[in-house]
């Protein structure tokens, strides 16, 4: 069974506090990995990680941190206005808004763009808050129109035991998951990126009702259908640090 120990952190480098919050996973043996975007600093380390050399990572890498932060602050001012822009399946699509008699914010997507009906007078926060959330729960339902879909087109090259549960989440530091009974969760957020990042985390979790572990053979089975998983592993990780929602 997987581990997970979850804290909070932070450190002092050159006058900034850098605070972090840190998961600790069994699965996780050897590497730390550091992603920046709008919900702060996040570090993924194995168990065993003394908190000591998670510091001196984070101390390590603080110039690149601070700059990414500042640019996952200055992203994370959505001010939903005309023009602003989100990406639905890796392009950047323009959003209107307009208000209406409504209790609160809906979404629609045609013609590559976002057309958001908003109700009126709302408080400038309380405002973004709700459109943010209108946001949220329409990708939320996209992902859970196509990721099923996704997986049964994935599922035949890589059929193992049973087809599995699929359910989509709001997911903190995962694109997704797979759990020992098979069930596959996914981030709703897969919407956001381009088609062969979203079938590398279909494939990935799919490869795991074989492989439960990140060994060799893991991988071998993921690079036969994604020969350039490395390519997308990497790209995955960047597209990561971007995401405005």
Known sequence: MTRI????????????????????????HKTIEISVGSRGVRVAAP???????????????APWIIRHRAEAQERARNRFV????LPYLGRSAAMTFE??????????????????????????????EAVRQALAVWFFD???????????RWWPRLAHGPKPRILIRDQRSRWGSCA????????????MLP????DYVVVHELAHLQVRN?????????????????????????AGRTLPL
């Open 214 to 238: 990140h060994s060799p053979d893991f991988w071998n089975v993921v690079r036969r259908v994604l020969p350039d998983v490395q390519q997308r592993r990497r790209l995955l990780k960047e």
């Open 180 to 191: 020992r009974d098979g069930t596959i969760r996914f981030n709703w957020r897969l919407m």
């Open 195 to 198: 088609p062969d990042l979203i």
């Open 142 to 152: 996209q992902a859970a129109g196509r990721l099923p879909e996704d997986v049964e």
């Open 82 to 85: 005309d023009g602003e822009t």
């Open 5 to 28: 120990v979850t804290g909070r952190d932070a450190i002092e480098f050159g006058g900034a506090t850098i605070e972090f919050d840190v998961r600790r996973s069994s699965r996780r």
């Open 47 to 61: 168990m065993n990680v003394p908190d000591s050399e998670v510091r001196a990572f984070v101390r390590k890498r």
């Open 99 to 128: 208000t209406a008699d409504l209790g609160a914010p809906v979404v629609y997507f045609a013609d590559g763009k976002f057309r958001v009906i908003e109700p009126p007078g709302l408080a400038e926060e309380d405002r973004c």
